[in-house]
């Protein structure tokens, strides 16, 4: 559905991302991953339109676009949810999800229709949140980063980048996070997922992408591959903390 073929980024002297290769298929879930400075936030930028890229193209569903600004990503039905959200706490969940997006009915704003959709969207996607109508402020981390999913999927996206959404969350809200990525991948859409925590890209993602110092450095099969080669591609080197303990629980296992 969407593929990168040999993207390349600079900010003035620095070279942000050099021949960068990435691919996303429908009902699949890419987990996007690399240390800090890798340039995995630059490359989702290109991606969403917020950075425009200086070599290579962006390929969607198997022809080259161009992607100069965040409306062209989402004309094409790219959606991204970015680290800090981006909701509006004195706004309710209603005028949230629509916010931009708002249904007008002879230029007056059609509460019924948004609030009887916003209710059918949290219902398709098992979103439990009191109501439709409370401030955005009450409601806990992991509610809030499932509304800004759910506002997201207002534009009927095929391709979702979420950026870092279990961070900072506990063990609970990160779980109600996971399951509402499951369902993107159920209804078809390619995900595209950052985050540093390996339980959670091993919970829930189907290949693991590996950015180091703006290169890729490996494509993993999750089900095929092993914490320790991921932490191996993500720092650039076979011994460290990791294996040096997978060593030993091996060791002791004999």
Not at 92 to 113: I, P, Y
Request: net charge negative.
């Amino acid at each position: 559905m969407l593929a990168l073929r040999g993207v390349s980024k600079r900010f003035g002297a620095v070279q942000a991302l050099t021949d960068v290769h990435l691919e996303i298929s429908p009902g699949e879930v890419v987990a996007l991953v690399g240390d800090n400075g890798a340039g995995k936030s630059t490359l989702v930028k290109t991606i969403a339109g917020v950075h425009a890229i200086d070599e290579g193209h962006i390929e969607w569903k198997g022809r080259p676009v161009q992607i100069h600004r965040p409306h062209d990503a989402q004309d094409l039905g790219i959606a991204t949810v970015y680290q800090d959200l981006a909701l509006c706490d004195n706004l309710d969940v209603v005028a949230n999800l629509f916010l931009g997006s708002e249904v007008r009915t002879a230029s007056v704003l059609d509460e019924v229709a948004m609030e009887q959709r916003a209710m059918e969207l949290l219902q398709t996607l098992s979103i439990r949140i009191p109501s439709v109508r409370i401030p955005v402020a009450s409601l806990s981390g992991g509610q809030r980063q499932v509304v800004a999913i759910a506002r997201a999927l207002i534009g009927d996206p095929q391709v979702v980048i979420l950026d870092e959404p279990t961070a900072a969350l506990g063990v609970e809200q990160t779980a109600q996070v996971l399951d509402l990525v499951e369902r993107l991948r159920e209804r078809g859409l390619g995900v595209i997922l950052i985050s540093h925590n390996m339980a959670d890209v091993q919970a829930v993602a189907d290949r693991v992408a590996v950015l180091r110092l703006g290169r890729n450095n490996g494509v993993f099969s999750v089900r095929d591959t092993s914490h320790e080669e991921i932490i191996a591609a993500i720092t650039g080197a076979t011994d460290n903390a990791v294996t040096r303990r997978q060593a030993r629980t091996t060791e002791a296992a004999k």
